[in-house]
């Protein structure tokens, strides 16, 4: 029976070939989208789960308490000790220190100079919570031994080519020299934790003396297998705090947070050394796509039954006369659909061999088009395949197949009215989701055209950080400031600790004689920061251009946002006392407007240059440049660089492209939703398409008709286009303050955003009416310009 | 004797079936006058529908001369040919081919519609027309709801409205039972009586006897 059924199935695919086409050309759309988010969620959500002791692990996370809590992925070095003596299920805990607090680390092996990105000063306990699989040499034991290193396998390669790289040596940032004593095998790909290379973190002056203040440290604790371990774990926790730290001093709280959560939920949390954090809410968005984008793809099928449930409900009818029960006949449709969708599936699956590419270079990741074969995939391909032809079906399954024979061959009855009213019904709800689809890419795009081109208060174009943390010492610094100075094309010149868009040293300001504090941001700069980055001064002086060896006194420079926590006027506050950890002597020297030291997600906080050489090291190189050509300044730079810091790597940034790469996020969201936008758009076009083909048929006696009684061929295309132009404007009216609500939410996210306005549905109004008509005047022209005589033969 | 309506001249019709030529019309010599009432006869797939598309001029010719009130229409542009049609052929159909979505009222304004005529004027026509063929309690009906003769009457009160030279009806009483049908050929003949000439093809004898002239075909040949 089913065999007889698939035959007929598949006649009816061959005899209706637009129809057909259309069907399985949008549902494989439909279903290559969702192939590739499930994909990409299975990816992401597969990070760390290679480790044993996955469900056992947790980081602390930092909870400050003062203005403008955040929550942090690093803690004082002090903590780590402390977790496995006062908490009793907390079998073993440890820290781990991106060299320099985040910094790239220089490294010297052989004649080999380099820059490592993932050097790391950790515990040993590190790697027994993760398992690290030691592929020779010794393990964590040697790290419990200073000058000690051990190395990926692939890192080893790097350093040291094919050698063996054991008891090699090494040296760090000119500083330090390590013998390498073990090689581990390469983190996997999906893991959250990466190291390349990693030291003994007790050769740290911080761990050697652990201090609560300096949150620098992230740090792993493992519980026992205990299911109850985690009952008033924060009140252990702030019982730690309690006993080491006096409560005035407390300006924070610790929680754990689950390894499985770190990847995806970690996206809001600020200093962290670990990367490719996922983003749980663009996981969300995006299944919210493939889900819309799949419905619109069924909503397609769907119409074209509907559009052909006359003559379905005739074959229904004389089906029925001839003996078929009505099971008979909702399975006969639903084989029909399952056929449809399966073919649809395969087809599917092509595209999404295609489109991986692109799709890998939007959302930044790697999945392969060999991993779609998997057990997994197969399931999920089934639960798609029979949730889409339940769906989708489920119209001619389950409303036709109920007709009685006499009312299905009855010429006219409400089921012809019933149909087309759910058939406009459904384009509606396939074009308002196109419509939002739209309008979300136009608002996403003006929002990232705001951000790119507001005034941040700062000017980052033309200026160079060149970090110098690996420069041996002083004079060799010195003379790279001399060297960079005499360059013609540089115009101006400056060391910092950091600059906008880099994190710098987190203190707190406090209001006088009180002790209600603020976040600040500290940067140890020099005379010239404020003119390299175009600052406005708005009262006071820049930091002077000489200081003394030995002098106590510190000048300060506060930003607007300080300012006004102060209470003062910005001449009021020049040579006042400022309480900010910048030690005691410390008075404003001058006030600067606020600048988006951080991406515009964020309000402007307090921020202060200072010259408190204790506070902080000059990391960086700040460079304002004339030369409009890049690539020539920085080979001019390199060799400038080069010629004096023999034994360091030419490290360097500019400024304006680290700003942009704080949008990073949103750039991808831009290219996902326009990816989406257009898949949704050519699959409800398509289903348009094929409906306009089936109107036009449908009242191809009229229109015969008419042309025979004058109508012209204008009049004609007018006539079949009206309708279509009514149900767009219609689902206008629902989609436009949906996609309002929607994309104000997302623009939550920005402390500074643009105002949506009414040109953008403006634009997609035009845009989609446009589209609309394009696809249905091709039908509608095609049937206008047909002779009559052939629709009205009565044979 | 009546000025000339239009004449046909050795005017054939040929198509193409694969590699065969089939001529549906063959060398076709025919003048009609104004006023006269002509029944075209013959057994079915004769060519009647065929002549009276091609001399309504939704379908051409291939070969001869067709002049329609002096006007050469074989070597006139589409535009050109349905402006003259618009203006001077009304048409009735077997099958009636009203719209079922429009009432009878909505059905007879059609053609004025694309005439642009304008509205006061529109309804005063249909309104002379609804009133003449008995029909004004109708007007809201839709086809569906009307027996096949009143179905007719509307198709021929359409055909009517724009006040046409010719009337071409093909088959006008083919699927009407035989009271029906002579009420339609009286009302033809009314029509006739008035002026306006009318060409009708039909298989039956006693619908033929109400016109003046009988043509009759044979696999697209006058005999
Ligand atoms: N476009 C066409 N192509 C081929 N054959 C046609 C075409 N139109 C009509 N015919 C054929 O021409 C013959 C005449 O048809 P028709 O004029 O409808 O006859 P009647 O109206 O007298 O029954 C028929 O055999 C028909 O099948
Ligand atoms: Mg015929």
Redesign the interface.
Known sequence: MIKNYIKIAWRSLKTNRLFSAVNILGLALGLATTLLLFLFILHERSFDSMYAKKDRIYRVLLHTTEEGIETWAQVPSALSPQLTEHIPSAQQSGRLLKNDYGGNAFIKAGDNILTESKLFWIDPSILDMFDVNILSGMGAKALTKPNTILLSKSTAKRYFGSENPLGKTLTVDNRNTFEVKGIFEDFSEHSSLQFNAVVPIMMRQEAKHPSWGNASFETFVMLNSDTGNLNDIDQKLQNIIDSNVEKEQQWYTFSLQPLEQIHLQSSAYTDSYLENYGDISQIKNLTILGILILIIACINYMNLITARSQKKAKDVGVNKTLGASRTQLILRFYVETGLITAIAMILGGLFTILILPSFNNIVNRNLEASSLFSLQIFVFLGFIWLVTTLISGSYPALYLSRFSPKDALKPTSNKGIMASFIRKGLVVVQFSASVVLIVSVLVVRQQLEFVQNKNLGFNPEQVIAISTTAVPDVATNHALVNAFKKLPNVSLISRAQGYPTVSVSLNSIYKPNSDVGMSVNTNLAEHNIVDILQLKLLAGQRLPSHKQDGDSLVEVLINKTALDFLGYTPEEAIGKKVEANLGNNSYIYGVVDDFNFASLHKPVGAYAFHNTVTKGNYNYLLVRFKNQNLATTVSEFERTFKSIATTSAFQYAFVDKNVEHLYQKEQQMAKVSLLFSILAIIVACLGLFALAAYMAEQRQKEIGVRKVFGASVPKIVQLLSIDFMKLVLISFAISFPLALYIMNQWLQDFAYRVTISWKVFLITGCLVLLITFITVSYQAIKAAIANPINSLRTE | MKNKLLSLNIASKTVNLGSHKIALLDKIDLQVHEGEFISLMGPSGSGK?TLL?CIGM??RFTDGGYTFLGEPVHSMKEKNR?RLY?EYIG?V???Y?????LTVYENIE??LL??NIKSSERKAMVADMLDRFNIVGKKDLFP?QLSGGQQQLVGIA?ALI?KPKLILADEPT?NLNSKQSDEIMELFAQLNEEGVTIIQATHSESNAAYGSRIINLLDGKIV
């Open positions: 529908s598309n939704l379908d349905s618009k048409f159909f077997q099958a081919h009203l719209i079922d979505e059609t053609p694309y005439k569906m359409r724009g083919g």
